[in-house]
């Protein structure tokens, strides 16, 4: 962008000096390079939405007896406790980390409606069964406190 050279205003003909940006006469610029080009906005493009997932904290979990091997429903609270079970009545300590679950259960946070998830599901996104609701699957046993 070179500055003004000097010479006859292109508008009025008044003689200007060099280096000046508008004539003082009819304030025409004399620099077209400093002429305000006009400004495009750019072309809108909307963002994919989100679907939102609630956390879902299991409240216990499914697993077989030690001794009938039938599906025994126990709730996360009763880890750590001597149990027994209902069908058979063997007692046996309930220790989280020696417990191979068969699945879990949880209420669903849009419905409320209980679900039964496989081990798989945990900590990954899916869809209520019931209602369609986004939710994700949390063990509370390795939740971050």
Same mark, same amino acid.
């Not at 205003?9 to 004539?23: D, K, S, W, Y």
């Not at 899916?126 to 390795?142: A, E, Q, T």
């Given at each position: 962008?070179?500055?003004? &050279?000097?010479?006859?205003? &292109? !508008?009025?003909? !008044?003689?200007? &000096?060099?280096?000046? $940006?508008?004539?003082?006469?009819?304030?025409?610029?004399?620099?077209n390079d400093l002429a305000i080009k006009p400004i495009v906005p750019p072309e809108f493009v909307p963002l994919p939405e989100i679907a939102t997932s609630s956390d879902v904290s299991l409240r216990g979990v499914y697993l077989p007896c030690p001794a009938c091997t039938r599906e025994l429903r126990i709730s996360q609270n009763l880890f750590g406790q001597r149990v027994q079970c209902r069908f058979c009545h063997h007692p046996f300590d309930l220790k989280r980390e020696s417990a191979a679950p068969l699945a879990g259960y949880a209420s669903c946070p849009h419905c409320h409606q209980e679900l039964r998830a496989a081990p798989k599901y945990l900590g990954i996104k899916? *869809?209520?069964?019931?209602?369609?609701? *986004? $939710?994700?699957?949390?063990?509370?046993? *390795?939740a971050p406190a």
């Open positions: 962008m070179p500055a003004w &050279p000097g010479g006859d205003c &292109p !508008e009025c003909g !008044e003689q200007m &000096p060099a280096n000046v $940006i508008r004539c003082a006469t009819c304030r025409a610029l004399l620099n899916v *869809s209520c069964r019931h209602c369609g609701g *986004s $939710i994700r699957l949390v063990d509370p046993k *390795s």
